[in-house]
């Protein structure tokens, strides 16, 4: 009887263990995992359920996704989802919010509308998921994974293989720094401080994450942040400040990926320059400085309203975010693209192979 308990345990066990091998052996992907950082432009429904106004799971949002609005800041596919579908992974990687029924071996997505990598970014708002509640999140995620694969050593092997992804900073300017109004930060820092306090933050977040088992991850710029619609209709054409203290953030961060490569010879840091992406993408696109949607406050899209028609000619869909055909350049260009000016020191190709 006793014998016969044990086997029947033993038995799912072995099963489960199985199963899980047949994944790496035969799962289609090129990498196993993919975990997501961020704010809204790689949110997939993380804020759908808090009480802030940086939220969008309403039509004409998702028009262009088969399952219609979720919580995506676009009309389709965000540029992480579509590089994701490059990578090989069939499903989306879930929002943390719900990863009910989901895979969680194949990653996570932390991202939060408005959030920043200060805390107090995007309150005025409401609530967001700032990035350090999104690498709280991300332990609680490492706790189950332990648990699924056996333990702790076991589960910081397989976090080795994964991709981790950090697309974050710009509300620390537009929801933050560029609002005096509701937040002082512009009156502590000049904008070269400011960047070198979001960097040092930044910073100590990756730290974190390498210490949980991060080795292979991507990081990216913040583009021109003074050329969104809202921006251009507000002051007629592209506001200068902003995009300026946009490129001292984002040269200070290809810096941090050269020590971080420099320092982390286990590792693989590469940089993606959205400076770059904006310009090169401009060329692509017949409308460049206008939302695809009727926008409210020039902002997110007005409520069941019908968008263009003609969504592959606009840049923009609501008045920051990209349409999904501009994130399908973008997500494109990070894969494979060999032009350092885009993704340094290499692609994303590249740097899981590596
Ligand atoms: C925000 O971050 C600061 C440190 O920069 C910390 O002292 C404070 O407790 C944090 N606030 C919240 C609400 O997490
Ligand atoms: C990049 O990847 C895409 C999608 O797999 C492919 O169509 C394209 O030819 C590749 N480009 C280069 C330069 O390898």
């Not at 009480?51 to 028009?63: D, E, H, Q």
């Not at 994974?145 to 333990?151: F, K, Q, V």
């Not at 926008?295 to 028609?309: D, E, R």
């Amino acid at each position: 009887m006793a014998f016969e308990t044990k086997t029947l345990l033993i038995f799912p066990l072995l099963l489960l263990a199985a199963c899980y091998m047949q994944e790496f052996v035969y799962g289609k992907s090129q990498v196993p995992c993919l975990f997501i950082f961020g704010d809204s432009l790689s949110d997939s429904g993380n804020n759908n359920n808090l009480r802030t106004l940086s939220k969008v799971n309403y039509k004409p949002y998702g028009i262009d996704f088969p399952k219609g609005p979720t919580g995506r800041f676009s009309n389709g596919l965000t540029s992480i989802d579509i590089l994701a579908q490059l990578l090989g992974f069939e499903d989306f990687i879930p929002p943390f919010a719900n990863t009910m029924g989901s895979n969680i071996l194949k990653g996570v997505n932390y991202a939060s509308g408005s959030a920043g990598i200060r805390n107090e970014t995007g309150k005025h708002l409401g609530a967001d998921i700032d990035l350090g509640l999104q690498l709280q999140n991300h332990k609680t995620i490492i706790a189950r994974i332990s648990n699924m694969l056996g333990g702790v050593q076991q589960a910081s092997r397989y976090l080795n293989q994964c991709l981790y992804y950090v697309n974050i900073g710009s509300n620390d300017y537009i929801n933050n720094y560029f609002l005096p109004q509701f937040y002082s930060s512009s009156r502590v820092y000049n904008p070269t401080q400011y960047a070198q306090d979001l960097i040092d933050r930044l910073s100590q977040s990756i730290m974190t994450l390498h210490n949980a088992g991060a080795r292979k991850m991507m990081l990216v710029g913040i583009g021109p942040i003074g050329c969104t619609p809202n921006a251009i209709a507000t002051h007629g054409s592209c506001i200068q400040e902003p995009n300026a203290a946009a490129l001292i953030f984002s040269s200070k961060l290809k810096s941090l990926v050269n020590r971080l490569n420099m320092k982390f010879t286990g590792s693989k840091f590469i940089f993606r320059d959205s400076t770059t992406d904006y310009y090169t993408s401009l060329k692509s696109f017949r409308v460049t400085n206008a939302a695809c949607c009727r926008l409210v406050l020039n902002s997110l899209c007005a409520l069941n309203q019908t968008p263009c028609g003609n969504r592959n000619e606009y840049m923009f869909w609501d008045g920051f975010h990209p349409t999904s055909a501009a994130n399908k350049l973008t997500a494109l260009r990070s894969y494979n693209s060999t032009n350092l000016d885009f993704v340094y020191p290499m692609n994303v190709q590249q740097l899981i192979q590596s």
